[in-house]
T-cell receptor, first 114, second 110 residues
């Protein structure tokens, strides 16, 4: 158990809908990362927050947005969902901003868009 | 465009064999290269490499980076069935992006 929690574990929804994925980092970790893993695209970095501020942006679609709250939990919002958004979404956390070697992954949220 | 390539994509060996996994990259502003092991679910961190020629070692696993030739290798000696997993290589380009390779699927047969 990495100490990173993600909810829900599974999510099934329809095209065009909007969902929110939630991540609670390990106690004391200020940095949160979001990743998408699909069969055809592999693991892709989406976005990073550090202490409430956006720090780095990867291959995140405009239909997706994220934020990190004062209590350091983070939410990833996916809107106007398409079939291709079906994937495993991971959250990871690390203690400081740039120390990727101490990055701990949560168990993931599996999203299925029908 | 930043790119990370891994080879082979798939590998089947028997217990006790030694394997070498390859990762080559092209990124605009290299900061570090990381190796992860992914079994059933979330990736777990193995190594982070920032300097050329310095081997990192953890038990039967070791890794080295060549920043001139833009590649890294991950060696696993005396493989065990528990080493069966997908091994991911990723490159950090100073916070602009974090690019993963497609992974090498290693299967270790008893």
């Amino acid at each position: 158990d990495s100490g990173v929690t993600q909810t829900p574990k599974h999510l099934i929804t329809a095209t065009g809908q909007r969902v929110t994925l939630r991540c609670s980092p390990r106690s004391g970790d200020l940095s949160v990362y979001w990743y998408q893993q699909s069969l055809d695209q592999g693991l892709q970095f989406l976005i990073q927050y550090y202490n409430g501020e956006e720090r780095a942006k990867g291959n995140i679609l405009e239909r997706f947005s994220a934020q990190q709250f004062p209590d350091l939990h983070s939410e990833l919002n996916l809107s106007s969902l398409e079939l291709g958004d079906s994937a495993l979404y991971f959250c990871a956390s690390s203690e400081r901003e740039g120390l990727r070697e101490t990055q701990y992954f949560g168990p993931g949220t599996r999203l299925l868009v029908l | 465009e930043d790119k990370v390539v891994q080879s082979p994509l798939s590998l089947v060996v028997h217990e006790g064999d030694t394997v070498t996994l390859n990762c080559s990259y092209e990124v605009t502003n290299f900061r570090s290269l990381l190796w992860y092991k992914q079994e059933k679910k979330a990736p777990t961190f193995l190594f982070m490499l920032t300097s050329s020629g310095i081997e990192k070692k953890s038990g039967r696993l070791s890794s080295i980076l060549d920043k001139k030739e833009l590649f890294s290798i991950l060696n696993i000696t005396a493989t065990q069935t528990g080493d069966s997993a997908v091994y991911l290589c990723a490159v950090d380009n100073y916070g602009q992006n974090f690019v993963f390779g497609p992974g090498t699927r290693l299967s270790v047969l008893p």
